[in-house]
């Protein structure tokens, strides 16, 4: 009788629920509407408003320029070159200092800070100073330049998703069962970092695709930088454009998460909004589907 | 029939051929900072041996655990394996089996997947390691959940899949860092002979930590009492419970009753009025006064006006009684009496405390706790 199957009890059902604040369960208390009623309009006039100035024809206006095109396609590339580089430089960085050097972590904590305290403008003179020939004009230094500025917003997302579960002991597991490090990197730790990669991804693209300090003083007509320019030349295309801007990187964001949150929520992982990762393992934990 | 192929998978598995094979921990030191959590710890495990690392925690017995399994690095001494110094070896080729104290499954892999890693790791194709990674979920009785994710099993259904997954690889040791401790009282008990009946089936050699002893004595064949870094005794949990080598082993297996006594110097010790034989060897310096250890199966209490105790308590076990008994010097003991004749003494009864039997005694320091014995 090797096999015992049992009828044990589940840990899980022994842990109470997480309880929802009892106004959630009764319905919306009416303060609660006033203030999403300000919150709406404080964000959906102005919007209105510029789809009026607009209207509909500066769209199909904008859309025909031929440097609108190009410009769009630049900014994808930058955010492309951004999201891909920073991953694969802060991954496995971060990995290795939780595991390995948990001391240095404040440190480098610390260090991913710089960026956003420095102003772009002292980045990029220093930037332009140091940077080989062979960077300079293309857009892969702007890429580079974006990679930093990425960096904290990449760490504060790696760090978290590293600390929702047990990376030690899972890693270990994995070697004991006969995985070296590049197989538990790539089969164990990445797969249940995917929601924290994955909110790393849309900050830095939602960055990329709104970041003008950089790219202008670069000389790069990116998609913002594009819109700056075009303010001079005509009202109404201009505000078409910015809307289209908004539009479009929404919707890139939104496909990201989406994505990212069905492929992650079918494992039982965390779920991924757009500035927050929530686990949901404790909550789920025991309970069969 | 689910036995039925339970059976035959672990038939199938240990023709595969997962002996067990001996090892060896010689010397092994290790130090974090000031604390030393390993002194010159040895110890030989025989093939196919279930042995039990029990001390409190702090005791080095994980630290021991994780030297073997190649996760830490011994300050100094060996451990082999097969009679091979494995120091070179990193932990991912020591084809050693684990399971961790916490949570160890991979929560992006179902159940299936997990018992299948070790075997993907090893260039199995995925036929046969679908297949025999099925084989181990049944043999732990799970083979329903085999598409589960582990946040849909329980705590007691994770442990026996991350079990599934260690004795997959069909490793040549088993490895078990306190399993249980995670578990409620009834799956733990379950669990506990699951992974013993398993262990015998599959010959693995095993070493297993601790810190309860009532799993270290029912699950090991030899049990190792492990104290600052260095083991006190090594022996069969009845020998353990019988002929503790020391007195911190005498007091941390089991119950141990502490009553002033007089020790000649030589080998005998009066104690409540009876002359008993010393256990081992005499102990140096110590003469005079002493507190001589019996459990409360070597004591025997009967009603008796004027007799030398008081009965304070009493704990009812089934057959026997455990009475509660304050000697005068107020001295509290223990003693097992069953129960039919246990009735009587009610809590305030005269009663007279004697001395069962001539069964050997150890003898400590008076008053002190867990003192090494004087020796």
């Known amino acids: 009788m090797a096999a015992v199957a049992s009828s044990e009890q589940r840990p899980g059902t022994q842990v109470p629920a997480p309880r929802r604040p009892a106004a959630r369960r009764g319905g919306v208390p009416v303060w609660r509407w006033v203030i999403l009623l300000i919150a709406a309009a404080y964000f959906l006039i102005p919007l209105y408003s510029a789809l009026r100035f607009a209207g509909f024809r500066a769209f ?92 904290p917003f990449a760490f504060r997302c790696l760090d ?5 579960f047990d990376v030690r002991t899972l890693v270990e597991a994995s070697n004991s069962l006969g995985a070296g490090w590049p197989t ?3 089969r164990v730790v990445i797969p249940n970092l995917r929601t924290a990669m994955l909110s790393a991804t849309v900050l830095t693209v939602a960055l990329v695709l709104g970041e003008y300090t950089m790219a202008s003083l670069d000389n790069y007509q990116t998609f913002p930088v594009w819109i700056v320019n075009f303010e001079q030349n005509s009202g109404p ?22 994505v990212g949150s069905r492929s992650s929520r079918q494992r039982g992982g965390a779920q991924v909004t757009l500035f927050s990762v929530s686990t949901a393992s404790t909550a789920t934990m025991g309970e069969p589907e | 029939m689910t036995t039925n192929t339970a059976a035959d998978a672990v038939a199938s598995l240990g023709r595969a051929g997962s002996a067990g094979a001996p090892v060896g921990l010689h010397g092994l030191s290790r130090s974090f900072g000031a604390v030393r959590a390993l002194d010159g710890l040895s110890l030989d495990i025989a093939p196919g041996e279930f042995v039990a690392l029990l001390g409190p925690s702090g005791c080095g017995k ?22 091979k110094d494995v120091a070179p070896v990193p932990a991912a080729r020591r084809d050693m089996g684990m399971v961790f104290q916490s949570y160890s499954l991979f929560p992006n892999m179902t159940a299936l997947e997990n018992v299948g890693f070790g075997l993907r790791m090893r260039k199995l194709n995925s036929a046969s390691r679908t297949r025999k990674a099925a084989e181990l979920l049944d043999m732990v009785g799970l083979s329903p959940q085999a598409r589960q994710y582990p946040h849909q099993l329980s705590g007691g259904q994770q442990q026996r899949v991350a079990l599934a997954r260690a004795l997959a690889i069909e490793p040549r040791v088993l490895l078990l860092d306190e399993p249980l401790s995670a ?19 599959l010959g693995t050699t095993t070493l ?67 002359v008993v034989p010393l256990a081992g060897d005499r102990p140096v310096g110590l003469t005079g006064a002493v507190d001589v250890l019996i459990r409360p199966e070597g004591l025997q209490v009967d009603a008796a006006s004027g007799g030398n105790g008081i009965v304070t308590d009493l704990t009812f076990l089934g057959s026997l009684t455990r009475v509660t008994v304050l000697l005068s010097g107020d001295v509290q003991v223990k003693v097992d009496k069953p129960s039919p004749a246990a009735a009587s003494l009610a809590p305030g009864t005269s009663v ?22 004087l020796s």
């Open chain 1, 184 to 186: 538990t990197l790539w």
């Open chain 2, 183 to 201: 578990l409620d009282a009834k799956v733990r008990l379950q669990l506990r002979e699951q992974i013993r009946t398993l262990q015998q089936r």
């Open chain 2, 352 to 373: 007279q405390v004697q001395v069962a039997g001539t069964e050997p005694v150890l003898v400590a320091v008076p008053g002190g706790s867990g003192q090494p014995r």
């Open chain 2, 208 to 274: 297993f930590v601790t810190h309860d002893q009532e799993e270290a004595l029912s699950m090991a064949d030899r049990v190792g009492v492990m104290r600052a870094g260095r083991l006190e005794q090594v022996a069969a949990p009845s020998e353990l419970y019988s002929r503790p080598a020391t007195v911190f082993v005498a007091e941390f297996v089991g119950t141990m009753n502490r009553i002033p006594g007089d020790y000649d110097g030589q080998d005998e010790v009066s104690v409540l009025g009876s």
């Open chain 2, 62 to 83: 994980t630290t021991a655990l994780r030297i073997v399994a190649g996760l830490q690095t011994a300050d100094s001494g060996t451990v082999t394996v097969d009679g």
């Open chain 1, 60 to 151: 199909t206006q904008v859309t025909s320029y031929p440097s609108f095109g190009s410009a769009f396609l630049l900014s994808l590339r930058l955010a492309l070159i951004a999201t891909v580089l920073t991953l694969v430089l802060m991954v496995p960085t971060t990995v290795y200092v939780y595991l390995r050097l948990p001391r240095v972590a404040r440190l480098m904590e610390a260090i991913t800070i710089v960026p956003i305290v420095f102003p772009p403008i002292v980045l990029i003179i220093g930037l332009l100073k140091i940077a080989p020939g062979f960077l300079l004009g293309t857009p892969n230094l702007l890429g580079l330049e974006y990679v930093v500025l990425a960096m």
């Open chain 1, 160 to 164: 978290a998703g590293l600390r929702s």
């Open chain 1, 237 to 258: 295309v201009s505000v078409a454009a910015s809307l289209l801007a908004l539009f479009v990187t929404w919707l890139l964001l939104m496909l990201i998460v989406t």
